[in-house]
């Protein structure tokens, strides 16, 4: 019976294995996470899987979904997801791949950006087996005895290890002492809550190897670490980011997720349905690149929204990209009468800022520029075109802005 019971162990172990290391980057070091399984198994205790929230903008990304999704994972095994908010780290702003000295955020607008959090991170999450903690509950109250405490516990040396403080150091850019204590913080975090993983991005190991060391300066086990791939943005070139714009948030409106989606480029595909879902890329492969891109589309858009919604989201974009139709319900925008001339016209760049879907007069002439204007179904080519205002008037910008101009 021993051996029976061992077998079933050993075979769930690397069943758990195979789970967990789908889509990872990094696993360090394999031969620990094996053994801290076996014994969570054995003393029937759930591991603690840790993973820090930065709360640099209001809205979680599909980018951020991967990490989450990965915590997800472990929660299935019985395993409990700690996840950490960097309230206060975020207050020092955390200096991974910068080339120079980050922002710092105020007490504000963190607070701001917290506020939905919770509500989009669960749409992921197991909320029964997750812990949400704030960073801010034990760093907030640690003396200067303290931080000297903990900053003896590393050098400068191993700190500009790291690729992005060596390069700086390199070209005599400036590295604040601030920035140091940046991964310091987050390694004191895995000390507090007791961390047997910690999950990353590729461009948080350095902190977490350092969560490592720290963790065993304190006589804790150390954690193991796991990270996963970056996920590049819809523009295809860069990683998903809210600053530069080329990011999906979990929080969008179905037609939107599904909009961008659908404008991805081919070649991310794979990585998409691979970190993103719970789809083998094998069983949608045969299927023609906008098909592929459809069945992507419907599934993010279900996964975050329900089933009804990916419906209605796919009737909409067809009927707006494969019939030529225009949205069911378009946002009626009404037009100050004294933008208008004595005959009634207005030039097309000024009519383009009445609609509210374009921010400047430079933006509205690249638009037209790019061909990417229609008004009543006609493409405007030219921004020295004054339009007669005879309302309504149905404008299209770029691929899914619509206004009817009354």
Known sequence: ????????????????????????????????????????????????????????????????????????????????????????????????GKTSTRPRMSAEQIKQNLATYETQV??????????????????????????????????????LERNDFAQRFAANNPISILEFLYPLAQAYDSVVIRADVELGGTDQKFNLLIGRDIQSAYGQEPQVILTVPLLIGIDGMHSMSQSRGNYIGINEAP????????????????????????????????????QRKQRL???????????VAAQRAQEEFDRIFAQRKWPTEVTQVKLD???LDEQ??????????????????????????????TINNERITSVDLSIQFTPPLFIKVGKRSFVELI
């Open 344 to 373: 009634g016209m207005i030039w097309v760049v000024n009519l383009l800022m009445a609609t509210g879907l374009i921010a400047s007069h430079s933006e509205a002439r690249r638009l037209i520029d790019q061909q990417g204007v």
């Open 1 to 96: 019976m021993l051996h029976n019971r061992g077998e079933r162990m050993h075979n769930s172990i690397e069943e758990a294995m195979t789970i967990i290391e789908r889509g990872v980057a990094d696993l360090i070091p394999r031969t620990d996470l094996h053994k801290k399984l076996t014994r969570s198994i054995e003393r029937d205790e759930p591991l603690r899987i840790k993973l820090g929230i930065d709360p640099s903008a209001p809205h979680l990304t599909l980018g951020h979904s991967v990490p989450l999704r990965k915590m997800r994972d472990f929660q299935r095994l019985g395993h409990t997801a700690v996840l950490v908010v960097g309230d206060f780290t975020r207050l020092i702003g955390d200096p991974s």
């Open 122 to 159: 669960f749409k992921i999450l197991d909320p029964h087996l997750t812990e949400i903690r704030y960073n801010s509950e034990w760093l907030s109250p640690l003396t200067f005895a303290d931080v000297i405490e903990i900053a003896s516990k590393y050098t400068v040396a191993r700190m």
């Open 255 to 290: 037609g939107e997720i599904f909009g961008k989606v659908m404008s991805i480029p081919d070649e991310l595909m794979e990585s998409y349905f691979t970190y993103l879902t719970d789809l083998p890329y094998q069983e949608v492969i045969s299927l023609h690149p906008r």
């Open 297 to 307: 589309a419907f599934t993010l858009v279900e996964m975050y929204h329900g089933h």
């Open 337 to 339: 009468r004294r933008l």
